[in-house]
């Protein structure tokens, strides 16, 4: 069920149930192998497809290279990996190994690691990046992924329309950068969602957006981590004294591009913090306004709260107890008292202003 579901996901059909055969897609990947996709790339960067997936080689002789996209979730593919020579072990053991955190390793002939990149899904968005295990040699490059992931098929879908990659070692560099763009898309996004708070915090009438300015700012640290991986790991393959100059030039590229994410991304969390400290002082105003004018009502009917209880006693000789006219007169007293007491508050904010 697993392969069926992650070969739908890399552009291929399912076989049906009682096995009836329909004509795939072009380009389509059918069979029943750990193999997603084998593709030959000729000297000039050209990409075809491999039909015959029986055991595909790794070394070629005509100046080309092999591109080989496994699915984990087939356990056959660690026999196919544990026969590949041409790797070194220590790809070898990152291929079939079930961690996914970020690493970079590499030597004079090869670079293996694992990378992030944007789940895919054909039925509806995914924003959950996914690991991508990565071997490069001068003659081949080595894919494996358990979850369908973008950038793979956005370059083989490229490759496959025309576009050439020459080496290994361009085909790892626009994976790489294929998922940096999908991140920067995901920036634009979460830019664009922090402009329509900004206009609405900026506006006349007060609005707590700190909720859906908190999930926002969920996301930022979500991809800082992301970056600050990326750049952390990749940095530190360009600088070890193992890998060749080519290697060292296109790790240093996808090093400065990291950076300059995390410099716009560093940009972004810091108008999110300040969207969120003038959210809190827009909500802090508002709440001393409601304050003050409870605050005045409350000062304005307390001393006639108190008279109405003075003569609410039921106590013998009480004022006007036996006045005609005694309810008009506390009504008066009840007035000037209420007039007193804002009197009272303009002359004391009167002084508090001198």
Request: hydrophobic share 45%; proline share 4%.
């Amino acid at each position: 069920m697993a392969t069926i579901r992650g070969r739908a996901a890399e552009d291929a059909r399912p076989r049906g149930r009682a096995k009836m055969k329909t004509l795939p897609p072009s380009g389509a990947i059918v069979g029943d192998s750990p193999f997603l996709w084998i593709m030959r790339f000729d000297a000039d960067g050209a990409a075809t497809l491999v039909a015959n997936q029986d055991q595909p080689r790794l070394d070629v002789d005509d100046g080309g290279y092999v591109w080989v996209h496994l699915n984990v979730a087939d356990l056959r593919y660690r026999d196919w990996v544990a026969g590949r020579e041409q790797l070194p072990p220590e790809a070898r053991a990152l291929l079939i190994d079930q961690d996914g955190h970020h690493r970079l390793d590499a030597d004079e002939q090869a670079l293996w690691g694992v990378i992030a990149d944007y789940g895919r899904d054909l039925e509806r968005e995914e924003d959950v990046l996914r690991p991508l295990r990565v071997v490069v040699t001068e003659r081949c490059i080595v894919t494996a992924r358990r979850y369908a992931v973008e950038s793979t098929a956005a370059i083989r879908r490229a490759a496959l329309e025309g576009r050439r990659l020459r080496r290994p070692l361009d085909l790892f560099e626009a994976l790489v950068t294929q998922s940096l763009v999908a991140m920067d898309i995901g920036l634009d996004k979460l830019l664009a969602d922090f402009n329509k708070i900004e206009d609405r915090v900026l506006d006349d009438e007060t609005h707590d957006e700190r909720r859906e300015l908190g999930a926002l700012r969920r996301q930022t640290i979500r991809l800082r981590r992301e970056l600050a991986d990326g750049q952390r790991v990749f940095s530190r393959a360009a600088n070890s004294p193992k890998i060749s100059p080519g290697t060292y030039a296109a790790l240093r590229r996808l090093t400065q591009r990291f950076d300059a994410m995390q410099q716009e991304l560093q940009a972004v969390e810091e108008r999110a913090r300040l969207l969120q400290d003038e959210i809190v002082s827009n909500l802090t105003a508002e709440t001393n306004r409601q304050l003050y004018v409870l605050t005045i009502l409350g000062t304005l009917l307390m001393p006639p709260t108190l008279v109405s209880g003075i003569f609410g006693m039921n106590t013998k000789n009480l004022f006007f107890a036996d006045n005609e006219r005694g309810t008009l007169y506390a009504a008066a007293i009840c007035a000037l008292s209420a007039a007193a007491a804002f009197l009272a508050l303009m002359w004391i904010r009167r002084d508090a202003r001198k």
